[in-house]
């Protein structure tokens, strides 16, 4: 069996259903080699119920550290979901050069003052071609703010099924360069599968263009509960391979190397 991680957990530190420990079992049972938590953490947005609180973050991490010391049968990675804000990113670089993480994956839920994914009401009345072009720039953008390791859900703007005039094809190109660019990873989310979409993330036409600009790949759960680790990682795999991926990165102390996929 192919070696595999799963780097995009949320537990109850943030907005999961179950606490760390509850998620080792199942992530062993799905044939997981290592397990990794990427809490939110939304700085500049105060008392969201789905983000992790600032001051529970050392706590956070105490509880994964601990965990780590006391877990045998697979590796524990300690990760960050951290939002993208424009203009922000030497603030969020000196809140986060304090932690001891084995990876950041950066994410953009907020286009404006609003999230893309909390409710179709957001799609209501805008101007798509125009929505996807500037949820793209900001993907882009906390691409090449130097902040992350791990782009999430990269075209999470489509959760709703709502979707541009054009070919997007365009935009897939210009953000897998600048991906590249920036040495930055991105992950196949199977999350997409269990919203409205009902599909992963990215857009499963376009994957090939990741690896036609050589970028790394993580395959990723974004599970809130235990029983959604791993899930839907054979269809995944084969995804991957399909669009021509041969290897993926692995994560540890922010350093990257790649393993066989
Ligand atoms: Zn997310
Ligand atoms: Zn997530």
């Known amino acids: 069996m192919t070696y595999r991680t799963d780097y995009h957990i949320h537990s109850w530190f943030s907005d999961g259903k179950a ?105 209501e009345g805008k101007n798509l071609d125009e929505l996807f072009e500037s949820y793209f720039d900001l993907v882009s953008a906390a691409a090449a703010s130097g902040l992350y390791d791990i782009i999430a859900h990269c075209d999470l703007v489509r959760i709703y099924g709502f979707r541009p005039s054009f070919d997007p094809a365009s935009l897939y190109r210009k953000l897998a360069i600048n991906l590249k660019t920036h040495d930055v990873a991105f992950e196949l989310n199977t999350n997409g599968r269990n919203r409205p979409l009902g599909d992963f993330y990215p857009d499963r036409r376009f994957l090939h263009i990741f690896w036609e600009e050589n970028v790394p790949v993580c395959i990723n759960s974004d599970a809130h509960m235990p029983s959604r680790v791993g899930q839907y990682f054979d269809e995944a795999y084969q995804l991957l391979r399909d669009a021509g991926y041969t290897e993926m990165a692995v994560f540890e102390k922010r350093n990257r190397h790649m393993v066989p996929l």
Not at 22 to 51: K, M, Q, R, T
Request: cysteine-free; overall charge negative.
């Open 19 to 123: 606490a760390p420990e509850d998620y080792i079992a199942p992530a062993i049972a799905a044939g997981l080699n290592e397990i990794g938590f990427s809490e939110h953490l939304v700085l500049f947005s105060e008392s969201l119920d789905w983000s992790m609180n600032i001051s529970d973050v050392q706590g956070y991490l105490t509880h994964i550290k601990n965990l780590k010391e006391n877990t045998r049968d697979i590796i524990i990675r300690t990760g960050l979901e951290v939002d993208f804000f424009a203009g922000k990113a030497e603030e969020i670089q000196s809140y986060l050069s304090k932690m001891e993480l084995d990876y950041i994956i950066g994410s953009v839920h907020y286009l404006g003052d609003e999230s893309v994914d909390r409710g179709p009401e957001f799609y």
